[in-house]
């Protein structure tokens, strides 16, 4: 999912994959980078949060190529719980979203992005729960890709200042 396979950015460490998929993917200002938490020989997680004590977004991370370089395959967050689309799903417009989430007056923006484009196809949002896990069920439309793949992104944002707060993020093919 980040770096895209086009790109030539390329991370030499798992640390530094999660901090460019959270500056330069989900936006969010001056993260928190936690430390590598080794799943097996070649893939692990990072917790990434907008402040010391802000909600903890989970990296996925894994070691591709033949020039052993660390890519970003996902992204999850306790508080948007995406229950469909799924990992790797054929989706095509309009998009119908269905999770549980606890955010700020419930809201959850949406978007569906394609490869190597900074610009999403579809933005909007859906309404979860505000003080407790709440389900919620949307649909975004979005228009056509130019790419096979994409990512289907769903994040909170401060009430404060607007800043990302966290993030759950899924690859999705175009169909």
Wanted: proline letters at 5%.
């Amino acid at each position: 999912m980040w770096p895209t396979a086009s790109s030539s950015t390329r991370y030499r460490t798992p640390e530094a994959a999660a901090t460019g998929f959270a500056t330069d993917y989900l936006h969010m200002v001056h993260p928190v980078i936690g430390q590598f938490q080794q799943g097996d020989a070649r893939s692990g997680e990072i917790s990434v949060q907008p402040s010391a004590t802000g909600p903890v977004t989970t990296v996925l991370v894994r070691e591709l190529g033949s020039d052993n370089s660390w890519w970003v395959l996902g992204a999850g967050s306790a508080a948007i719980a995406l229950t469909d689309p799924t990992w790797n799903a054929s989706i095509t417009s309009p998009l119908t979203l269905k999770g549980t989430a606890m955010a700020y007056e419930g809201t959850v923006q949406t978007q569906v992005r394609e490869d190597d484009n900074s610009k999403p196809l579809g933005e909007g949002y859906v309404t979860g729960g505000s003080t407790s896990m709440g389900p919620f069920s949307g649909s975004l439309a979005f228009t056509k890709a130019t790419t096979k793949y994409g990512a289907v992104v769903l994040y909170t944002t401060s009430a404060e200042n607007g800043a990302v707060m966290e993030a759950s993020v899924i690859r999705v093919r175009f169909g």
